[in-house]
T-cell receptor
Framework: GQQVMQIPQYQHVQEGEDFTTYCNSS?????IQWYKQRPGGHPVFLIQ?????EVKKQKRLTFQFGEAKKNSSLHITATQTTDVGTYFC?????FGTGTRLTIIP | GAGVSQSPSNKVTEKGKDVELRCDPI?????LYWYRQSLGQGLEFLIY????????KSGLPSDRFSAERTGGSVSTLTIQRTQQEDSAVYLC????????????FGPGTRLTVT
């Protein structure tokens, strides 16, 4: 079946540093979604990418969908304490393994 | 409007007992999903409903797990003869139509099997 892996599993950064998580699917995806889950909370939708090579930005967050539509990345510039949480990518009904981001103030 | 609601928020049950978890999706959302999340882990897909039918129930871990949806709205996930490994947070989500639309998650039901 479809597998979606994310790296790294954990990331600790100093506040103000950048952060990137990578998502790789074993199969080609029609679209990819990104979600954020705060500690103790439930996943919240961030964005959906549909087109090959698509890049979308939300303030300090930049999302990219690979040309082959099998990988994606999320980059956060100048992290803030509010960015703490686990970031998941999702293809169809399969969620990635997630990257847990912690911020050192 | 109201978001996805789930009940109960917490459930503690003894091993071997049956439990029912309920999900109320956002009004008008035709697609409904159940996931399971163990502590500190990712989301494990269980089942997907489009209307009242379940075109994908491939994630149900065993025949002790079943789910139904009535009236294209409320869904219940039933776990029979619970085992300790069933302990997890069970999350429900809904989307406007299919999986290509963003999913809105409920707060989850934390199930503890003792």
């Amino acid at each position: 079946g479809q597998q979606v892996m994310q790296i790294p599993q954990y990331q600790h950064v100093q506040e103000g540093e950048d952060f990137t998580t990578y998502c790789n699917s074993s199969t080609t995806l029609s679209n990819i979604q990104w979600y954020k889950q705060r500690p103790g909370g439930h996943p919240v939708f961030l964005i959906q990418l549909v087109k090959s090579g698509e890049v979308k930005k939300q303030k300090r967050l930049t999302f990219q969908f690979g040309e082959a539509k099998k990988n994606s990345s999320l980059h956060i510039t100048a992290t803030q304490t509010t960015d703490v949480g686990t970031y998941f990518c999702a293809g169809k009904l399969t969620f990635g393994t997630g990257t847990r981001l912690t911020i050192i103030p | 409007g109201a978001g996805v609601s789930q009940s109960p928020s917490n459930k503690v049950t003894e091993k071997g007992k049956d439990v029912e978890l309920r999900c109320d999706p956002i009004s008008g959302h035709t697609a409904l999903y159940w996931y399971r999340q163990s502590l500190g882990q990712g989301l494990e897909f269980l089942i997907y409903f489009q209307g009242n039918s379940a075109p994908d129930k491939s994630g149900l871990p065993s025949d002790r797990f079943s789910a139904e949806r009535t009236g294209g709205s409320v869904s219940t996930l039933t776990i029979q003869r619970t085992q300790q490994e069933d302990s997890a947070v069970y999350l429900c989500a809904s989307s406007l139509r299919g999986a290509q639309y963003e999913q809105y998650f409920g707060p989850g039901t934390r199930l503890t099997v003792t």
